[in-house]
C-alpha cells in the first residue's frame, strides 16, 4: 500500500511545491515503491505552474514524468484557486469560480494518461454539500464534450 505525498501551493516553510522537491523526497526515501503522488490543481497553479492551458498542463505532468514518473500519480484533488498564479498562498475555490477558470479543467479531465485514476473534489462546502453536486456536474460537462484531450 501507499502512502499519497500531495504538492503543495508553497506556503510558509512548506516542502514540495516544485516538482524537483518532490523528486528528491522519492529519491531519499527508502522504499520510493511505497510512495505516491496526489496532485493538487490549485497547489501546482498557486506554486507557479500555469496549467490554465493544455501546454502548460502537458508541460507540468512532462515534469512529474521525467523526474517522478507518471506511474507514481495516483489520485487527483480537483479545485479552483482564489489566490493568483504563483501566490504561494492555499485557497481553494469551487469548480471555474478561481483564477484557474473551468477551462483549466477541461484538457485536465480529458487527459487519457489519467482516466481511470480517481479525482477528490477538494473545494469549499456548505453542510448540505449541493456545491460537491454542482462541481461533479461541471466536470462531468466538461467529459462529454468532443472526446479525449491529446496528452502532447
Known amino acids: 500500500m501507499a502512502n499519497f505525498w500531495e504538492n503543495t501551493a508553497g506556503q510558509g516553510s512548506c516542502l514540495g511545491p516544485r516538482v524537483p522537491h ?29 496549467i490554465r492551458t493544455r501546454k502548460g498542463w502537458n508541460e507540468a505532468i512532462s515534469e512529474v514524468e521525467t523526474l517522478i514518473g ?25 469548480i471555474g469560480q478561481g483564477k484557474l477558470g473551468v477551462e483549466a479543467f477541461r484538457h ?23 456545491e460537491d453536486v454542482e462541481n461533479l456536474a461541471i466536470l462531468r460537462s466538461l467529459l462529454k464534450k468532443a472526446g479525449s484531450a491529446k496528452t502532447g
Open 70 to 94: 507518471l506511474d507514481q500519480i495516483l489520485a487527483f484533488h480537483l479545485n479552483d484557486s482564489k489566490t493568483d498564479l504563483a501566490s504561494r498562498v492555499d485557497r481553494h475555490a469551487g
Open 108 to 130: 485536465i479531465v480529458k487527459d487519457a494518461r489519467f482516466k481511470t485514476l480517481p479525482g477528490c473534489l477538494e473545494t469549499p462546502k456548505s453542510a448540505d454539500l449541493h
Open 22 to 50: 518532490l523528486a528528491e523526497i522519492f529519491q531519499r526515501v527508502k522504499q520510493p515503491s511505497r510512495l505516491g503522488l496526489c496532485l493538487d490543481t490549485a497547489h501546482f497553479f498557486e506554486a507557479g505552474y500555469d
